[in-house]
């Protein structure tokens, strides 16, 4: 799977659980917080997912091909110019924040300065400031149906994520490979038994809910433009995905990621307004 992307043949139809899905949080830290609201959100979570699995619209392969969304060419279409703000972006490499300093529940599976973030946007709340350094981008993400999710994802070189799967299986990832260094056998993404790899300007289609691990063995940084869009379901599942979706955003889980990120973006910017007005010599 050089390209990327998978095959038709490949994909497979709705299974049983023991086949396919595990519909519980693996290999994150579940939302542990002490409230009754989030373990009654929680609860409902769990049967969502069961629902989700039942009603998919297009099956429930790991790994999709791309033909089954046609609109995934048009945001390969707009890679030059994604590509060009990344770079300006990279240029404060250094200073972007970890994954975990975002998502303190990511710690389980990385507590290294090896995955870096630049987030545009969440569960319906965005970042203004990251969105207009990246304007570009932003208007190509808003070709994807069901947009929920989009943030530039940053493997340092040597970086593994082990094994783990997603919080929930109401949204299919999205990975347009950015930057993808060589060598390809040292570089790739596991989604249950398929391995993929990136390609600079390709898009990669995966369901997060499998068990899933990612690894960066080269000596140079791998970028991809990382988005969650609504997985197609049928009724009644679309309609109760809906709902948590909107609600999601109310859990603890989600609200801290957000006052953290606030919080980096406060200082991330001030800091860029002091070196743009520093006195010249």
């Given at each position: 799977?050089?390209?990327?992307?998978?095959?038709?043949?490949?994909?497979?139809?709705?299974?049983?659980?023991?086949?396919?899905?595990?519909?519980?949080?693996?290999?994150?830290?579940?939302?542990?917080?002490?409230?009754?609201?989030?373990?009654?959100?929680?609860?409902?979570?769990?049967?969502a997912e069961k629902l989700n699995f039942?009603?998919?619209?297009?099956?429930?392969?790991?790994?999709?091909?791309?033909?089954?969304?046609?609109?995934?060419?048009?945001?390969?279409?707009?890679?030059?110019?994604?590509?060009?703000?990344?770079?300006?972006?990279?240029?404060?490499?250094?200073?972007?924040?970890?994954?975990?300093?975002?998502?303190?529940?990511?710690?389980?599976?990385?507590?290294?300065?090896?995955?870096?973030?630049?987030?545009?946007?969440?569960?319906?709340?965005?970042?203004?400031?990251?969105?207009?350094?990246?304007?570009?981008?932003?208007?190509?993400?808003?070709?994807?149906?069901?947009?929920?999710?989009?943030?530039?994802?940053?493997?340092?070189?040597?970086?593994?994520?082990?094994?783990?799967?997603?919080?929930?299986?109401?949204?299919?990832?999205?990975?347009?490979?950015?930057?993808?260094?060589?060598?390809?056998?040292?570089?790739?993404?596991?989604?249950?038994?398929?391995?993929?790899?990136?390609?600079?300007?390709?898009?990669?289609?995966?369901?997060?809910?499998?068990?899933?691990?990612?690894?960066?063995?080269?000596?140079?940084?791998?970028?991809?433009?990382?988005?969650?869009?609504?997985?197609?379901?049928?009724?009644?599942?679309?309609?109760?995905?809906?709902?948590?979706?909107?609600?999601?955003?109310?859990?603890?889980?989600?609200?801290?990621?957000?006052?953290?990120?606030?919080?980096?973006?406060?200082?991330?910017?001030?800091?860029?307004?002091?070196?743009?007005?520093?006195?010249?010599?």
């Amino acid at each position: 799977m050089a390209d990327g992307t998978a095959h038709a043949g490949l994909s497979e139809t709705p299974a049983s659980p023991a086949k396919g899905q595990s519909f519980s949080t693996v290999g994150i830290e579940p939302m542990g917080r002490p409230s009754a609201i989030t373990r009654f959100f929680m609860g409902i979570v769990a049967w969502a997912e069961k629902l989700n699995f039942k009603y998919a619209k297009l099956g429930n392969p790991p790994v999709y091909d791309n033909a089954t969304f046609p609109w995934a060419a048009e945001v390969e279409k707009a890679w030059p110019q994604i590509r060009a703000e990344l770079d300006r972006v990279l240029l404060r490499q250094s200073e972007l924040p970890t994954f975990q300093d975002i998502s303190t529940d990511v710690k389980s599976i990385s507590s290294d300065n090896g995955w870096k973030t630049f987030f545009l946007a969440g569960f319906g709340l965005k970042s203004e400031q990251n969105i207009k350094a990246c304007p570009q981008t932003w208007q190509a993400v808003q070709k994807i149906p069901g947009l929920k999710t989009a943030m530039f994802s940053i493997f340092e070189p040597g970086k593994h994520l082990p094994a783990h799967r997603g919080p929930y299986n109401g949204v299919l990832r999205l990975h347009l490979g950015m930057i993808v260094p060589e060598p390809a056998d040292k570089l790739a993404i596991r989604v249950k038994d398929q391995i993929c790899h990136w390609q600079e300007g390709k898009v990669l289609i995966f369901d997060d809910a499998y068990e899933h691990e990612a690894w960066n063995h080269t000596d140079k940084t791998r970028v991809v433009l990382f988005v969650d869009f609504v997985k197609p379901l049928k009724f009644p599942a679309r309609l109760v995905n809906w709902a948590l979706m909107n609600v999601a955003v109310f859990t603890p889980f989600i609200r801290e990621g957000l006052d953290n990120h606030k919080e980096w973006e406060k200082k991330f910017y001030a800091e860029a307004e002091a070196f743009r007005n520093r006195p010249q010599n």
